[in-house]
Structure formats: structure tokens, C-alpha cells
């Protein structure tokens, strides 16, 4: 095949990948419950008392929010970074940890500042089941941890679990202005256990944002996270501090 005939098939075959990509983008917006992302219209009114009538959406309900987040996790980022603090209160006092995480693929590296001033790393690579090691400022050593997820290891409710909490588990379910852009908003009911939940997903990057629970209306934990950095991280982030992979070491 000439090197004319060659050009043409490639953008033949690049219009193709296009239009599949673009009906899967379509096909994924349309899920059960007709659920429609809020779209801000760029030549619109500013955020104010109309702010409603500037947004494409239909309502969010217990039925439907599961849908809805399940639509936001395909447009995640692959590749970010972003600071994420982890606050819990307890009578008579609290604690707080700052954590700077770096994500890749399945790969997620979180360095969290103790209160004596050391940094704890932590690397987790995602799979079945998903590997962890750990070390402390700079040094070579580390340790490999139990099967850990990356949510388990900043201290974080999974996105999973958003997605499929039970309707009749869900108290309120809404589109609200939060956290400096539009979220979905999730608050479960009372448990047997007195604790309630709260999730805040943004719907501009689709990543969880917020997150509280709450006993007899007291906020116990509380977890929020500062806006992402997208953009394709460095590989040596994703290293154990001796060099090596931790998928490609042997247990």
C-alpha cells in the first residue's frame, strides 16, 4: 500500500474511533432515569437567584443518584494531583492530617505530614488485590502493607460507595453549588448506630470533593480536598525509594 492510500485509511479509520468515542460519550449521559449533567452556559446570566435556569439538568432523586455519579465517573481524571485533609473531633478535642496526593492510572502516591514533622509516603497500585508499601522521609527502606486501597490509605470514603448506596438508604440527593463549582450532593439517613453521611461529588471533575459523618448531628469526620492539578504526572513519583516498581516486586 502506497504511502497516499496509507495516509488516507489512517484518517479514515481516526474519523471511525471519533464517532464510536462520541456515541459512547452520549450513550453514557443518557443512563436510566434520563440523568443530564449540569452544563453552566458560558454567554449566560451570572450564578445569582436564576442560576437554575442556566444549567441543563433534571432533578436528582435517591432513584437516580447513583446513575448520576456513575455518568460523572467517566470524566475523572486519569492523572492529577491534589492536597486532601482528613479532620476528626471527638469530645474534649481533634485531630487533622494533610495528605498531597498523586495519582497516575492505577497508580496512587500519598505523602502525608505527621504532627512530629516527619512525611509518611505511602504508594498503593490498584488491582486485585491492590498492593501498598510505606516509608518515612528519605529513606530507602519500606514496607509492604496489607491489601490497602488508595481511599483506605487517605482516609477517604470510597467512590464506590457513593455510587451504589441503597436509595432507601438515601435521605436527600440534589444538584447544589458547593466547594467552588456545582456538586451532587448525597446525605444518607440515621443508621441503627446514630451516624449519618454527607458526599459532595463535583460535577466538573468528578471527583468526591467533600465528605462528613455525623453522629446525633455532631460532624465526627470530616474530608475535603483542594482543587486538582490535572495533568500527567511524573513517573519517578510512582517509585519505591529504592528504585524499584511496587508491582514487579515479589511478595
Not at 498503593?124 to 490509605?153: F, H, I, K
Request: aromatic content about 8%.
Amino acid at each position: 500500500m502506497d504511502k497516499k492510500r496509507m495516509t488516507y485509511v489512517t484518517m479514515g479509520f481516526g474519523v471511525l474511533l471519533m464517532v464510536v468515542l462520541v456515541l459512547l460519550v452520549w450513550g453514557g449521559r443518557r443512563q436510566p432515569g434520563q440523568i443530564v449533567l449540569p452544563e453552566i452556559q458560558s454567554d449566560g446570566p451570572g450564578m445569582g437567584e436564576d442560576s437554575q435556569d442556566s444549567l441543563n439538568t433534571v432533578s436528582i432523586s435517591p432513584e437516580t443518584v447513583g446513575a448520576a455519579i456513575g455518568v460523572l465517573s467517566l470524566s475523572r481524571p486519569t492523572a492529577y494531583s491534589r492536597e486532601q485533609v482528613v479532620e476528626t473531633f471527638w469530645s474534649g478535642g481533634s485531630g487533622k492530617s494533610v495528605t498531597q496526593v498523586y495519582v497516575s492510572g492505577g497508580s496512587t502516591r500519598l505523602d502525608t505530614a505527621l504532627p512530629d514533622g516527619a512525611v509518611r509516603h505511602t504508594l498503593v497500585e490498584a488491582g486485585e488485590p491492590p498492593a501498598a508499601g510505606v516509608w518515612y522521609d528519605e529513606e530507602t527502606d519500606w514496607v509492604r502493607l496489607p491489601a490497602l486501597s488508595a481511599g483506605q490509605a487517605g482516609r477517604m470514603p470510597a467512590y464506590e460507595t457513593v455510587r451504589d448506596l441503597p436509595p432507601e438508604d438515601i435521605a436527600l440527593a440534589d444538584y447544589r453549588e458547593a466547594f467552588g463549582g456545582w456538586c451532587v450532593y448525597v446525605e444518607t439517613r440515621d443508621g441503627e448506630d446514630g451516624y449519618r453521611d454527607r458526599y459532595w461529588v463535583s460535577v466538573d471533575s468528578g471527583l468526591l470533593v467533600a465528605a462528613e459523618r455525623l453522629w446525633q448531628d455532631e460532624v465526627v469526620y470530616r474530608f475535603s480536598a483542594g482543587e486538582p492539578s490535572i495533568s500527567p504526572q511524573e513517573e519517578s513519583l510512582f517509585l519505591l525509594p529504592d528504585g524499584s516498581a511496587l508491582q514487579n516486586v515479589e511478595t
